[in-house]
């Protein structure tokens, strides 16, 4: 047992607008020989996400802001290289809240550390499809839009690590799936997916264009839409709403580097006369689904039912990068930092 | 059996903005002895409805438009003055979708009309608080919103003829109220039902000044909102929304006027991070309510707890000025036309 010397980074400033590489500080961590109760882990693979722009932001939200100086959290998995605490042993793989740096000495209490099983699952799919993102995408596709078989579904961000589990989740149930996805190559991969229709949102035109893109796919309307993007998607997704859609608000990407108060959608009108249900979630409040969620996981990955890609960067260097990535959508599924 | 001689209104062009007198015609009609299944029936009130704004919009919508140079639809109620079918006679109390005319002769399943039981009541109270507005509140505010005991509940047009039940019921549930209406007169009868809090939104500027009255009334937040109204109301609504608040849409008043695209809540994203759940509904899809609902109608009106106010205009002459005055804040209560 002896002290592992690491990197790590600490948010050095708030950003404002787009994050820049001078808002994140590269510090010099250590991971201490584990104290009774604690335990050592080398992480091998970190997680960028596109919540953790909110808590770059100082103000009272469902998690608490990053604080400046300090190490940030996120999602995490990697390896017990020491243990104090009597339900891990060295060798266990871990995922925990610790991401954000090559090592950490914590009890597992305070990090959200689980012991994780030993599947056939690459030790990655833990930050993606059998993790927070593919739990996101479960819940709020089955539970908080109440997916129906039959159901036509809308999916922004649909090559995304959320949207393109909620793209496969609605194949699943036999629903008819419209993804939206930017460019040629992520186009490709929802369609890859199943997507009965793909819709590329840098070829439409605001929110008219995506209207015109979505009654191509589905003359007849929309009955569930799931939400990545916000803004014109969110727009188009009304407009084209059936009567009694429901619509699960995950996530409005498109927004959260906004540093002006910009308008919401025009016809909100029409969730009174359509009858819409709009359903805000946070993956959080929903951790009673993780039993069933593996379960199902463990049965339609091997079964080919469910695809995941990854784009990784190499390195605790690059984890500003990646991050900042996710906004100018340089990744096709997860994005994810390889660590060792 | 004779034919009666009637008045009544058309919709003479489609409005543009708000509604002017010139785009109601005033022609004659009549309503013919009744053929076997008809009924001939003296209206004694008209309601006007926000809602009909919408239906003079040629669109589609979940109802159909007014056409052009026919007789407007609406509900009133009224006596048979005679009868063709067997389960109607003179005499009857009878509500139905023929207003905007003295008498009229048709189907009673083609008119929606049913017969009314004799009660206590005014026979006006069927076009209101025992009417369609009633079950509108009721169901909204019981089913759409899920209204527990001890919820903090903000009503906006708290004065009118929804708002105000919708008052009423979350004071008989023990829940803490906010209402909002505009004008100290308004904002005394809204207090009068037993509104804890009560904003005058004339007084407050723009979405801060709702947001700032909100917060004094309330200062850890709503649980519920019941919206008639829209645009600074809904955005004030979510600012102040507790987590997993729900909103009732009822309707956007502010809005049926608009002759441009206005910008939707700018904190819409708020509704993620919040979790809200935004619901819009139509009192049609809830009349399975109906019976629930004239009863505890029946008690409370008697108890004292349900309590309501009418503004009336008299003749059918005005009915396009009483129609008009709902978008000038004209009505406390409900918006009638006494035709006999």
Known sequence: MSDIQAKGWALATRPVGMPKESDFGFVDTVASAPAEGEIQVRNSWMSVDP???GRMIDRES????????????????????????????????????????EAWTAKPEASMAQKLPETGLPESAFLGVAGMPGLTAYAGILRIAE?????????????????????????????????????????????SLGADHVIDYREASGWEGLVAALKAAAPSGIDVYFDNVGGDHLTAAI??????????????????????????????????????KLRGFIVSSHADLQGEFLKDMAEWIPAGKMKFQETVMEGIEQAPAAFMGLFKGANTGKMLVKLT
């Open 239 to 276: 407009e084209c709403a059936r009567p009694f859609a429901r619509m699960a608000l995950c996530g409005m990407i498109s927004k959260y580097n906004d540093t002006e108060l910009t308008p919401g959608p025009h016809n909100v009108m029409m969730i009174v006369g359509k009858q819409l």
């Open 147 to 191: 997916l129906k078989e039959g159901d036509t579904v809308f999916v922004s961000g649909a090559a995304g690590a959320v949207g393109s589990t909620v793209v496969q989740i609605a194949k699943i149930k036999n629903c008819t799936v419209i993804g939206s996805a930017g460019g040629p190559d992520k186009c490709a991969f929802v369609k």
């Open 51 to 53: 919540y953790m722009r």
């Open 62 to 101: 469902y998690v608490p802001p990053f604080e400046i100086g300090k190490l940030m959290q996120g999602g995490a998995v990697g390896r017990v290289t020491a243990s104090g605490h009597p339900d891990f042993k060295e060798g266990d793989l871990v995922s925990s809240m610790n991401g954000w740096r």
